[in-house]
């Protein structure tokens, strides 16, 4: 199956649509690509106008909750990179992800929150989905966001 | 009106130099070229000895002053690109800026926060400081500082 | 001396060895190189199966403490890439650290935790151990670590 044909289905079991407008906070760019490299700019869970998971991971929201949160993050950086570069099948290598993760006091499970975004992009990009990630727990989010995630992202 | 006149412009209209030592916190250096590229390390908003913002964004610092913080991180920023290359007119592209806001609880602008950095990079640069942002709220920062900026520049 | 000798030496000082597994939190790879660049992820101070310095600096953590949490999340870094690389021999340059420490509410010395990271990188590396850093104090980390730490380094 193709990586955009595996894009799409797991867009469809999340049950979101990511081929609307991909809005960004301010007053700056979505992407930007530098020769071989793309640098994804931070994305919170939002679809459309709405950000679909806020709270903090570990009180007000569950793991899975905070790991579908991750989920929808990479899948906004997918479709960035998706519309940027006309099909995912360019993208040769994820170098970094970023997951910051709004949390609570004692909540630990940033690498398990983190792990939603992992997971899919192996999922989508088979062995180019292999990525290094660092995960920490931040005080607050933009918006009140339970995770924003970014990535550096090298294309064929 | 060249980059270096606008840096000198906008540092006029923050009413600050940037012309004195930039001093850093610690064991390691402020900017490390490689290539085509130069890495900037963390800014805090010290002019001279003093760190001219500090405390909480929402609690003790209000939005105008936390943009202000992010202002003046960027500045340096500039200044050591500027002292290092000789002019502005060599930066090619800002890559990536991360924005790290000291927030309280519930502060949420943290976007908001890192428009003042943003706004800036375009005044400065023109297109080539369009650029991708990353902006989280973290619960302490060195030196009680409101925000740390750290950025990526490519150059011609 | 070599920089081997150097880095089995820092182990020796610090009691720890790095000749086991290194474990990683999750479904991510340790390193990815891409030509010249290798990123590492996010290291905790985790020796085996332990996480050797856990809780929050400032409050249960004295500096110290958290120094040398940094000191074994840059050990940590060092001995993948020396796996990675047959020897730290080949490494020319330190891009970028960035330092995460899980902080108390007032807590502002993140440099002075990162300076037990950098001063390693200085004592193993040389010249080639110059490198921009950013520090900053967050809310949690994963396992309840102290310290995490993430670089790039690049590569002759």
Redesign the interface.
């Known amino acids: 199956m193709s990586r955009d044909t595996e894009f799409s289905n797991a867009a469809a079991s999340l049950g979101y649509a990511f081929d609307g407008e991909i809005k960004i906070?301010?007053?700056?760019?979505?992407?930007?690509r530098?020769g071989r490299?793309v640098?994804?700019?931070?994305q919170i869970p939002r679809v459309g106008d709405a950000v679909v998971v806020t709270g903090r991971a570990g009180a007000d929201v569950p793991l899975a909750a905070a790991q579908l949160a991750a989920k929808v993050c990479v899948m906004r950086a997918l479709a960035l990179l998706q519309r940027s570069l006309g099909t995912l099948d360019k993208v040769s290598?994820?170098?970094?992800?970023?997951v910051?993760v709004?949390?609570?006091?004692?909540?630990?499970?940033?690498?398990?929150v983190?792990?939603g975004a992992?997971?899919l992009l192996?999922r989508i990009l088979g062995a180019a989905g292999?990525?290094?990630?660092?995960?920490?727990?931040?005080?607050?989010?933009?918006?009140?966001a339970t995770v924003?995630l970014?990535l550096?992202a090298?294309v064929a």
Do not use: C, M, W
């Not at 906070?25 to 930007?32: A, D, E, I, Q, T």
């Not at 290598?93 to 970023?98: C, E, K, N, Q």
């Not at 709004?102 to 398990?112: K, L, M, P, R, V």
């Open positions: 906070g301010g007053n700056y760019v979505p992407l930007v530098d490299h640098y994804l700019s931070g290598a994820i170098l970094r992800i970023t910051y709004q949390s609570a006091e004692d909540f630990t499970q940033q690498s398990e983190a792990d992992s997971e192996y292999a990525h290094t990630r660092t995960s920490v727990g931040v005080f607050q989010l933009p918006k009140n924003e970014d550096v090298a």
